[in-house]
C-alpha cells in the first residue's frame, strides 16, 4: 500500500504541519494496525520504503518520487535504489537539497527494514554519521519508519561511539503526539529547511566533545572532514617515508617524497573509484588476499593502469620493481585504516572541492632523508610564505558566474562547445570544478 500525500510546495504555498501531520497519522494508523507483520522478516527495506518512508518525507513536503522535479539536475531528493555491493552499503538512501542549491546537501536518510534494532544496529549507526560528516551536514536521519534516529554527524565516525551520536529517538506512534511531531517536522520537513528553522536548530547545537576513542595516529575527533583528512594523509606519508627507507636506506628526500606521494595517490585515487562503484574487481580491503599485502598493491596497480589513463598508476621504476621488499605489516596496517570498512572517509559524499584543497595543502610539503631517517617538513617557498593558501568554494562560485558565467549566458550549446578557457594558474582544479 501507498498512501497518497501531495508533495513539495513552494515557500508561497507550503504544506502546513497540521496537514502534513493528518497525513503521516493514517501512516501511522495503517503501520501499527499490521505492525507484527511489517516487522517481520518477511517484509523488506524496499517494501518499507515505498510503503511508508516515501510517503512520509513526502508528506513532509518533500518532491521524493519526482512528481514536480522532473529535471535530473534540479531535484530536491536524490534517491538511490538497490546500490549494495558484496562489501556493504555504498550510498546513503536519500539525500535532500534545497532548491536552487543543489550541490550543497543539507541531509541524509539512512532506510532500514522495520524489523532490524536500529539503536544496536552499530554499522547502520555509524554509515548514517559517516554520510554526514563527508557531506558536512551537521544531522541526518537513520530509520526503518517503526523507529526514527536523529544522528550528530559533526565528529568523525567511529563505530566505538557511534551511539554516542544519537540525538533523538522517536517510536512511530509518537508522531501522533502534536508537540512530539512539531519537534522533528522543524528540522525536517522542506518548509524547515525553506524559513531557517532547521539551520537555527543547528546553529544552537552544543559544541560537540570528543567522545571517539583517541588513535595514536588521529588527532580529535571533532574535526571537520577536510583537516582530519589532511591529517591522516601526512600520518600515512610519514609512516610510508619510513617504511621506504628501511626497505632501500640509498633512497634520498626527493626519492621518497615521489614514491610516497605515488603510493599514496593510487591507494586514495582506488578508494574513490570504490565509492563511486566505478572499480568494483579490486579495492584496498581485499590487499593481502593472496598471502602479500604490498603484492597486490602492485597488481591492482598493473590492472588499473591498463583501464586508466593517467600518471598514478603508470609502471614506476621503483615501486612495481618486483626486488622491491617493504614491510608486509606496516603497509598492511595503513590499508587496514584506508580500506572501506574501517575508514570514516567516504569519497562518493566528499565535495570534490574539498578533495582538492586538501592536496593543495598537502603538497606544500617533501620528505627530507637522512642516511637512516625520513622526515616530513615544508617546502622552503611555503615555509617563507606561511603556509599554502587556497582560493574558498564560495569565492569560486561567485568569480566564475561573474567571467565564465557571463560570457556563455544566452549562448546555444553548439556556440560554447567552440569556446575554450584556460586557467593559467591552475592548482587544486577548482575553478575547473567550479564550472
Not at 103 to 129: C, G, H, M, W
Not at 212 to 234: G, M, N
Not at 395 to 415: A, C, W
Request: net charge neutral; charged share 25%.
Amino acid at each position: 500500500m501507498s498512501l497518497k500525500v501531495r508533495p513539495y510546495m513552494t515557500s508561497k504555498n507550503q504544506l502546513p504541519a497540521t496537514q502534513a501531520q493528518s497525513q503521516i497519522n493514517m501512516l501511522v494508523e495503517s503501520f501499527l494496525e499490521h505492525r507484527s507483520i511489517y516487522c517481520g522478516g518477511a517484509y523488506s527495506e524496499a517494501q518499507a520504503r515505498k510503503d511508508f518512508i516515501d510517503p512520509f518525507f513526502e508528506a513532509l513536503g518533500w518532491d521524493v518520487n519526482h512528481r514536480l522535479q522532473r529535471n535530473p539536475y534540479e531535484q530536491e531528493v536524490i534517491v538511490e535504489r538497490n546500490v549494495s555491493t558484496g562489501e556493504g552499503q555504498k550510498r546513503a538512501d536519500y539525500a535532500f537539497y534545497l532548491a536552487p542549491n543543489y550541490r550543497d546537501i543539507r541531509f541524509f536518510v539512512e532506510a532500514k527494514k522495520p524489523s532490524s534494532n536500529l539503536s544496536s544496529d552499530i554499522d547502520a549507526l555509524f554509515q548514517t554519521i559517516r554520510y554526514g560528516w563527508n557531506a558536512g551536514t551537521i544531522l541526518s536521519v537513520l530509520t526503518n519508519f517503526n523507529q526514527v534516529i536523529v544522528m550528530d554527524c559533526r565528529s568523525r565516525p567511529d563505530p566505538a561511539t557511534a551511539s554516542h551520536r544519537i540525538l533523538h529517538t522517536f517510536s512511530v506512534e509518537e508522531f501522533t503526539n502534536e508537540e512530539t511531531f512539531a519537534r522533528f517536522y522543524w528540522l525536517f520537513s522542506r518548509e524547515a529547511h525553506d524559513t531557517g528553522s532547521y539551520d537555527r536548530y543547528c546553529s544552537m547545537l552544543p559544541k560537540p566533545r570528543g567522545v571517539a576513542r583517541q588513535l595514536t595516529l588521529f588527532k580529535q575527533s571533532t574535526q571537520p572532514v577536510d583537516e582530519a583528512f589532511l591529517d591522516d594523509l601526512e600520518a600515512y606519508r610519514a609512516r610510508l617515508a619510513s617504511i621506504f627507507k628501511k626497505a632501500d636506506h640509498s633512497l634520498d628526500g626527493a626519492e621518497l617524497t615521489e614514491i610516497t606521494q605515488r603510493t599514496l595517490d593510487r591507494l586514495i585515487f582506488l578508494r574513490f573509484l570504490e565509492d563511486k562503484l566505478i572499480e568494483t574487481k579490486v579495492s584496498v580491503g581485499r590487499f593481502g588476499a593472496s598471502g602479500s599485502v604490498w603484492r597486490d598493491f602492485v597488481a591492482a596497480s598493473r590492472r588499473l593502469d591498463a583501464i586508466y589513463n593517467g600518471i598514478v598508476y603508470k609502471t614506476h621504476t621503483l615501486i612495481d620493481n618486483p626486488t622491491f621488499d617493504v614491510d608486509e605489516n606496516a603497509f598492511g596496517d595503513i590499508c587496514e585504516q584506508l580500506s572501506d570498512l574501517n575508514s570514516p572517509y567516504d569519497f562518493n559524499v566528499i565535495p570534490i572541492h574539498i578533495l582538492g584543497s586538501i592536496y593543495e595543502r598537502f603538497l606544500g610539503k617533501i620528505i627530507v632523508a637522512t642516511a637512516q631517517r625520513a622526515r616530513v617538513e615544508p617546502k622552503p617557498e611555503v615555509r617563507k610564505g606561511g603556509g599554502v593558501y587556497y582560493t574558498p568554494d564560495f569565492v569560486v562560485r561567485y568569480i566564475v558566474k561573474n567571467t565564465i558565467g557571463k560570457k556563455l549566458n544566452g549562448k546555444t550549446p553548439k556556440q560554447i562547445s567552440g569556446l575554450k578557457f584556460c586557467d593559467i594558474a591552475c592548482g587544486s582544479g577548482v575553478f575547473c570544478l567550479g564550472l
